[in-house]
């Protein structure tokens, strides 16, 4: 039995903010990733090597009715370094995945992740003990 994804909302952390991801991330999202195959090593989808490709990833993720994600927004620049989100909901067992998170590799071994983390993981529990 699979439960329908969250609701996108607006996630604030204390480094980062997570807004529901839209096309109008595209342009941060390829300067975050741009010419670093490293940081798309593990996700399943090809490395966007254009702005046109990034829109086509990004349209991809908004079109997958599996999965909610967000742009992480740090709050210092206001700019998107990456995204992250929930998939695989299930009530039966109360399960959810958190997934296909990518920084710049700028971010990596910072505040980033725990950050982005703790906000889905504190969001997913409140959603959890109210249903």
């Keep these: 039995m699979t439960a329908t994804m969250p609701a996108p909302v607006v996630l604030d952390g204390r480094v980062v903010r997570l807004e529901p991801l839209t096309l109008d991330h595209v342009a941060d999202l390829y300067a975050a990733g741009r010419g670093d195959e490293e940081v798309w090593r593990f996700e399943p989808r090809p490395f966007p090597a254009s702005p046109e490709e990034m829109h086509r990833h990004v349209a991809g993720l908004l079109a997958d009715r599996q999965t909610t994600q967000f742009a992480v927004i740090l709050k210092a620049t206001g700019r998107a370094v990456g995204s992250t989100g929930y998939w ?9 995945e958190v997934g296909s998170t990518w920084y710049a590799r700028a971010y990596w071994r910072t505040a980033v992740n725990t950050d982005c983390k703790i906000a889905l993981l504190d969001h997913a529990f409140a959603l959890g003990s109210s249903g």
Excluded: A, G, L
């Design 88 to 96: 695989d909901v299930c009530r039966c067992d109360e399960n959810v």
